[in-house]
């Protein structure tokens, strides 16, 4: 799909661009409903029912959230820990949100990072995030190995003062592929992932095995190639001791020779981008 798309107006990139604003928007809609005394588990089912209210059927995975140290994984050992809990909100306490809804056969994953009122370390580290965007376009638009741009991202952690936090997701992925999902009139889920989506993640990891590439971006040997051509939702996670902070959205790639063609990100009109434009501005 993506190997031929060359420019961002493209149709397929508008319907997930379309999807991930919906995701993003959805996001915002539920931080702002967000007081102390809500659970993990209560912001979930607020994101699933907002998005369901707009048409989403599918998923690639069912909406998470994640509150206080829970926002830097603290203690997670086993995939049952990222699950939502009955943790309860309080005052000052960082959030994250993260979803995937599949919306008109198209996919976004998106990581929110949020606060109830204020936290100065919270804040920090979102500010922070920002140089990792620019450090993982620039890489990749440098054509540089997924197993070195994760190395030279967590670098970079490190030397913000920062432990990575994305090491504790399964296989200590930054990013995965998506891609288009055909629509069905039944959408079952395993473990809170859809089973189409998981199909196509699949079929990508047997093709790619054959090929030399994998559909997860980790540190480790087989993502040890060049950036395969395709939209990957990528998600650098920072921690410092109990507060963790993280985005997640879609990197677009090509096979274009242009640096500026071959890898862009495909929606710069997010919360996260127009918060550091804000900072910008105000310093």
């Known amino acids: 799909m993506a190997s031929s798309v060359k420019d961002a107006t493209a149709p397929d990139l508008q319907g997930f661009r379309e999807v991930q604003r919906l995701a993003y928007a959805c996001a915002e809609a539920v931080a702002a409903r967000l007081e102390p005394g809500v659970t993990e588990r209560e912001a979930a089912r607020m994101q699933r029912e907002w998005l369901r209210e707009r048409g989403v059927r599918d998923w690639f995975h069912l909406p998470f959230a994640w509150f206080g140290d829970r926002t830097a994984f603290a203690g997670f050992k086993v995939p049952l820990q990222f699950f939502p809990t009955n943790r309860k909100l309080e005052p000052g306490m960082p959030f994250i949100l993260d979803m995937a809804p599949v919306y008109k056969g198209f996919t976004a994953d998106i990581g929110y990072s949020g606060c109830l ?95 030399g590439w994998s559909p997860l971006w980790s540190p480790y040997s087989f993502s040890d190639h060049l950036p395969q051509p395709g939209l990957w939702a990528v998600e650098p996670h920072l921690g410092f001791r109990g507060t963790g902070a993280k985005f997640e959205e879609i990197l677009v790639v090509t096979d274009s020779k242009d640096p500026e063609q071959g890898a862009f990100w495909l929606d710069d009109d997010l919360p996260h981008v127009r918060r550091w434009a804000e900072e910008r501005v105000a310093a």
Request: charged content about 30%; aromatic content about 8%.
């Open 117 to 211: 009122g204020l936290n100065p370390l919270h804040d920090k580290l979102l500010a922070d995030l920002e140089a990792h965007r620019a450090l993982i376009l620039g890489e990749v638009r440098e054509r540089r190995s997924l197993r070195e741009i994760y190395e030279d991202v967590e670098r970079l952690m490190i030397r913000q003062g920062y432990a990575n936090r994305h090491r504790a997701y399964p296989f200590g992925v930054i990013a995965h592929k998506i891609d288009r999902v055909a629509e069905r009139r039944w959408s079952p889920r395993v473990f809170g992932f859809g089973t189409q989506s998981l199909k196509g993640l699949l079929s990508d990891a047997l093709h790619g095995h054959r090929d």
